[in-house]
C-alpha cells in the first residue's frame, strides 16, 4: 500500500499499460495513414506508400476503389493474356511486401509497351485504381493501371542482380545495387527499428543522448589498433621547395661549421689581446656572424634531411607531430565510453550510439572496421544495476523486432534462419542468469574433463573466453541469455573497478545464443589511486587520461556503463554468419568500396 493507502502501483500494471498504449498509438498510426494515403514528402507526385496500403488494419479493403499512386521498383514483371497485359510486382522499400499492379497493353503503350516495363528493377510510378482480389490471392488488393505515370527503365541484360539467388560475397561488390535485394532490404528495415528502439529505450527512461567525438587523442581499450588521422601524409608526394642535402653535402657543412668555430675563437683571442685594435674586434664579430649563418644553414639542412619523403622528424629522428593538424597524434575512436563518462559525472544517465573504428587486420566474419556502438553510463551504478539495464534494453530490443518487422522476420526465418523468431521470443521473455567467471570456468573445465566436449580454446581461470566457450554456456549448458560477470583483472581494461579480491574486476558480458558475447560493461573505477597506478600498469601515459583522472579529483561517484555492437545485435536478431552482411557499406581489411 502506499503511504496515502491507495493500493502500490506494480512495474507489471505500468508495463501492461504501455503495450495497451502502444497498440492504441500504432492503430492510430495506421488510422491517419488511411485518411491521408500520399507520403508527406511525395505530394508533387502524389505518391502512396506501399505499407500505408498492404499494412493497414484492413489490408487495403477499405481502400478498394480509391485511386492511388505507387512508386517503387519493380521486383518481378510477366506479361500475361497473349501479351494483352502484365503483372508488376513493385515494391518501395516502406514494407517487406510487393504490392501486384496489373498494367494493360493500352496503357503501357505510351511509354513504349509491356516490355519497357516488366524487367526488373526498372523504377515505376503508376496511377490506377486498387480493386479487390480473387478469394485465395496472397494479397487482398491489387492496383490496376489506369495510367504511368514515370518509368526509370533498366536494361534485363546488363542488370548486373538476376533473379536468380545470388552470394552475399558477390552482393558486397554490388553494394550499391544490393539494398534492392528482399535480403538486405529486410535487414535495413530490422535496423533502422533496432536503431529507433535504441534511442526509444534510453529516451523513455531518462538518459541523454551525447555525441561523443569521432577523433580522439586517447586509446580507451588500450589495444593499440586504431586508424591514425592526420594531415602530414598530403603533402607527400609534392616536389619540395629545395631537395634534401645528400649525406656528403651535410657532412662538409658540419666541418664548414666546425672550421668557423676555430677562426671565431682565434679572431676573439686576437681582440681581446688587444682591445685597443679596432680592426681586430671588427674581424671578430664578423668571423662570429659567418658562423652564425653557417650553423642556421646547417640548421636547415639538417631538418631537410630529417624530412626526407616529405615527413617531418625531430631530432631523435620521429615523426614531428607539431606540424600535424591537432599538433599531437590522432586517431579515429574505439569507443565513445571515456567522452561518456565526463558527461554521467554531471548529468547522471547518458548514451552514446555512434560510430567507432578498429585497424585489426581481421578477416573473420565477426568483424568489421568500421562498425556502430551503443554505450550508455549510467552515474550512483554500480554493476548489479548495470547488468539489470543491459538486460532490460536486450529484452527491450528483441520485444519491439517482433512487434513491429513481423514480415521481415518471417522472411529472415523461412530463408535464412528458421529458429531467428524463435531465439528473439526466448530473449524478449526470459531473464539472464547471472553466472560468475569462476562459475563459468569450472562448468566448461568439467564438461572438458568428463569428455563431453572438446574446445579449440584450452580452459583454465585466467583466459579471456572465446567464441565456442560463450555459445556453449549460453546453448548448451543454460540454453538461455547469461550474464557472466567478476573477470579476471589481467583480461581487461584499466578503467574496470578493482574487486576486493584484488583479482577481479566488477565487469560483466551479456552472452547470448547464435552470437556469444553481447554486450561488455563494467563498473567503473571511480578511486583516484588505483586508476593511476592501473594506468601505470598498463603501459600508458597518465597525461592523455588527465582529464579521465579529473573525475576522481573533483566529485568522484561509483558509476557504471556497457557498450553494445550493433551490428552484433542485427546478427543477433537475424542469425545472418557474415557481420557485412548486417552495415550497409562494410569496412574490413582491403575493402573501402562505395
Known sequence: MAANGAPAVTSEEVEELRKELEKLQASLRKKEAELELVAPYNRSYGRTMVASVLESESEGLSLVGKTIRIGGWVKTGREAGAGAFAFLEVNDGSCFQNIQIMVTKEVAEEVGGLKTLTPTST?????????????????????????????????????????????????????????????????????????????????????????????????????????????????????????????????????????????????????AANKEDKEAAKKSKAEVAQLLKLKEQLEKAEQAARNAGGIPRTVDGKVDYSKDFFSKPAYLT??????????????????????????????????????????????????????????????????????????????????????????????????????????????????????????????????????????????????QPIIVYNYPKDIKAFYMRLNDDGKTVAAMDVLVPKVGELVGGSQREDRLDVLTQRITDSGMPLEAYSGYLDLRKYGSVPHSGFGLGFERLILFATGLDNIREVIPFPRWPGNAAY
Request: with cysteine.
Open 123 to 271: 523504377c515505376v510510378l503508376i496511377e490506377g485504381v486498387l480493386a479487390e482480389t480473387p478469394p485465395g490471392t496472397k494479397q487482398k488488393v491489387e492496383l490496376k493501371a489506369t495510367k504511368v505515370a514515370h518509368v526509370g527503365t533498366t536494361d534485363a541484360g546488363e542488370y548486373p542482380l538476376a533473379k536468380k539467388k545470388q552470394s552475399f560475397e558477390f552482393l558486397r561488390e554490388k553494394a550499391h545495387l544490393r539494398p534492392r535485394t528482399n535480403t538486405i532490404g529486410a535487414v535495413a528495415r530490422i535496423r533502422n527499428a533496432l536503431a529507433y528502439a535504441t534511442h526509444r529505450f534510453f529516451q523513455e527512461r531518462g538518459f541523454l543522448y551525447v555525441h561523443t567525438p569521432i577523433v580522439t587523442a586517447s586509446d580507451c581499450e588500450g589495444a593499440g589498433e586504431m586508424f591514425q588521422v592526420t594531415t602530414l601524409l598530403s603533402k607527400i608526394d609534392e616536389e619540395p621547395e629545395e631537395q634534401p642535402p645528400t649525406p656528403e653535402e651535410l657532412e662538409a657543412l658540419r666541418q664548414q661549421v666546425a672550421a668557423q668555430g676555430g677562426v671565431v675563437k682565434e679572431a676573439k683571442a686576437a681582440a
Open 334 to 479: 574505439v569507443s565513445g565510453q571515456l567522452n561518456g563518462e565526463y558527461y554521467a559525472c554531471a548529468l547522471s544517465n547518458i548514451y552514446t550510439f555512434g560510430p567507432t573504428f578498429r585497424a585489426e587486420n581481421s578477416h573473420t566474419a565477426r568483424h568489421l572496421a568500421e562498425f556502430w556502438m551503443i554505450e550508455p553510463e549510467m552515474a550512483f551504478c554500480d554493476l548489479q544495476d548495470d547488468m539489470q539495464c543491459a538486460e532490460d534494453y536486450v529484452r527491450f530490443c528483441c520485444r519491439y523486432l517482433l512487434d513491429h518487422c513481423r514480415p521481415d522476420l518471417d522472411f529472415i526465418s523461412s530463408m535464412i534462419d528458421k529458429t531467428a523468431i524463435a531465439r528473439l521470443e526466448q530473449v524478449a521473455n526470459s531473464s539472464f542468469k547471472r553466472v560468475s567467471y569462476t562459475e563459468a570456468i569450472e562448468i566448461l573445465e568439467g564438461v572438458v574433463k568428463s569428455g563431453k566436449k572438446k574446445f579449440e580454446f584450452p580452459v583454465s581461470w585466467g583466459i579471456d573466453l572465446q567464441s565456442e566457450h560463450e555459445r556453449y554456456l549460453t546453448e548448451e549448458v543454460f540454453q
